[in-house]
């Protein structure tokens, strides 16, 4: 159990990255400089790791990687979101 910390420490850790990410697309609505392969790749293995700590039961991979999932997400679809209407606007 007490290696469970370093594993929800990691995952804080790991999670929190996306953050500052995240908050940039939002404030300036703009994600350009934002790979879409790289995004579409990363969530593909966040899920993949999902499925993993499912079912080995362990809980920090799982939650992590479900915030993880849940950020990725958002800004992936910020990112299609503001290049269409960055489109429309032109």
Do not use: H, R
């Not at 910390?5 to 697309?25: E, M, S, V």
């Not at 300036?28 to 790289?38: E, G, I, M, P, Y």
């Not at 966040?46 to 990725?72: D, E, H, Q, R």
């Amino acid at each position: 159990m007490k290696i469970d910390i370093f594993g929800y420490f990691a995952a804080i850790l790991t999670t929190a990255a996306f953050l500052p990410q995240l908050i940039k697309t939002l404030k300036t609505k703009k994600a350009d400089d934002v790979s879409l392969t790289t995004l579409i790749m990363f969530i593909i293995g966040v899920f993949s790791w999902i499925i993993y700590g499912y079912k080995i039961s362990s809980m920090p991979i799982l939650i992590a990687n479900l915030i993880t999932l849940v950020l990725n997400l958002l800004i992936l679809i910020s990112k299609i979101y503001f290049q269409i209407t960055e489109k429309e606007d032109l």
